[in-house]
């Protein structure tokens, strides 16, 4: 039984970035910013549940329609820019939470693990520029997407939520 040795499984970029990984009802549509749909990250959290281990989710690069410069045509093919909004990026991450807790309760959710981005100082993966990254920047944008999801998620799941943070180094 592997699960004797796992613990948590990883959701890469489970939030967004892409399309396909943005979670709203359309993706596309940048004049509604709060269509979500949480139902295939809700499935993949219980399917990691069913097999015994607990959920640890990456929250991925910014949703296309929280950046006016979104691409996927760069690095590794994940939107490497900030949200234009913060706010409207904390609103989106709290939804998250509060589904999460609403579908699986809060004593269940606040033993996850939450993880903000990959690499965040690979600007493969996030920049703050236009022709090149500014690492001064770009580190100062990362550093505010971080504070904003941390506190949509002790918002939305509670104080004691685990949120950490993947780098290279």
Known sequence: NIMEFVE????MQCTGGTEARDLFKDPNNKNV??????????DNCR???NLGAKPMLKLGSVPLKFSKKATTEHGFNMNPY????????YNYIYAMGEALVNEFGKDEVI???FG???EYENEAWFF???EEADPEKSA????KLYDYSVAALQDSIGEDVFVGAHSMT
């Open 111 to 113: 033993t996850w693990r």
């Open 82 to 89: 900030p949200p234009d909004d913060f706010d409207v990026y």
């Open 140 to 143: 100062e944008a990362y550093c």
């Open 33 to 42: 910013l709060d269509d979500y749909d949480f139902t295939l990250l809700i």
């Open 116 to 118: 903000v981005m990959t």
């Open 128 to 130: 703050v520029g236009d």
């Open 8 to 11: 948590y499984i990883q959701l």
């Open 47 to 49: 399917g990691v549940l």
